[in-house]
């Protein structure tokens, strides 16, 4: 099994749940990747408010280099998008399955791991969770 695909095992065993997924991302990967690269956006509910908790997510984006990786949930499911950005001007975008979607997380992680060492420690943590 080559790294990606390890790299996507440990991605995708949370991505049903966009709560859980916002928490991997923002946890085990965050010295992966560059700061401000992850972005949520959760609604909060009234009680949400009154009893101080953040609320759940329901979008979560992913910015490295030229990619943009989008995961919201629509009707109760994760749907993925990746969209192309070049200075900040998307050239294209697409809907993916959710496995393509982690798939395409995975590899542009790796890619950034090649060349960041802290990053490639962060990715051997996550990989050895499984």
């Known amino acids: 099994m080559s790294e990606i695909e390890l790299l996507a095992a440990a991605l995708r065993r949370d991505a049903a749940d966009l709560d859980m997924y916002a928490q991997v991302l923002t946890g085990s990967l965050a010295d992966a990747l560059p700061p401000g690269s992850v972005e949520l956006s959760r609604k909060r509910s009234v009680s949400d408010r009154l009893s101080g908790r953040p609320g759940t997510v329901e ?6 280099d030229d990619r943009r990786l989008i995961l919201v949930l629509a009707h109760g499911r994760p749907q993925g998008e990746v969209a192309t950005v070049v ?27 090649e060349s960041d060492a802290r990053a490639r420690a962060a990715l051997e943590k996550l990989v050895m969770g499984l």
């Open 87 to 113: 200075r900040g001007v998307v050239l294209s975008r697409r809907q993916v399955a959710l496995d393509e979607w982690v798939h395409e997380l995975a590899t542009a992680v790796a890619a950034r791991a």
């Open 59 to 64: 979008r979560l984006e992913v910015s490295l």
